[in-house]
Nanobody, 125 residues
Framework: QVQVKESGGDSVQSGGSLRLSCAASGLTRDSYCLAWFRQAPGKEREGVASIDDDGSTTYADSVKGRFAIVRDNAKGILYLQMNSLKPEETAVYYC???????????????????WGQGTQVTVSS
C-alpha cells in the first residue's frame, strides 16, 4: 500500500523560505505522479506543483520562479522548496501520489488517490 506523510511545516515571516518533505512508501518501479497541494481556510484545495518519473514538472502560475519540486526515488522522499513566501500562501500543505505514466501529471486534486494528512505553513506579515 502507498503511504505518504508530510513534514516541515512551520511559521515564517513574509519573504522567508521553507522546505517541505514528504516520505513516501509503497512506491514501486511503476510510474507515479507526486504532487503538492495546499488548502487555505475557506478556499478550495489547489495544486501547487507536480513531478513525474521523468522529472517533468508543473507549477501553479502563482509560485513559478519561487517554488521547486524535487523527488528522490531512492530515498522515497518528495520535497517542496518554497522561497519568498507570501502571507496569502498560509495553508495546510498536502502531498499526494497517483499511479500514472506516459502523460503529464494532472493538477486536479480529485484525481489523486493517496494523500498525506497535511502540514501547516503559516506566513506572517
Amino acid at each position: 500500500q502507498v503511504q505518504v506523510k508530510e513534514s516541515g511545516g512551520d511559521s515564517v515571516q513574509s519573504g522567508g523560505s521553507l522546505r517541505l518533505s514528504c516520505a513516501a512508501s509503497g512506491l514501486t518501479r511503476d510510474s507515479y505522479c507526486l504532487a503538492w497541494f495546499r488548502q487555505a481556510p475557506g478556499k478550495e484545495r489547489e495544486g501547487v506543483a507536480s513531478i513525474d518519473d521523468d522529472g517533468s514538472t508543473t507549477y501553479a502560475d502563482s509560485v513559478k520562479g519561487r517554488f521547486a519540486i524535487v523527488r528522490d526515488n531512492a530515498k522515497g522522499i518528495l520535497y517542496l522548496q518554497m522561497n519568498s513566501l507570501k502571507p496569502e500562501e498560509t495553508a495546510v500543505y498536502y502531498c499526494a501520489a497517483l499511479r500514472q505514466g506516459g502523460v503529464t501529471c494532472p493538477r486536479a486534486p480529485s484525481v489523486y488517490d493517496y494523500w498525506g494528512q497535511g502540514t501547516q505553513v503559516t506566513v506572517s506579515s
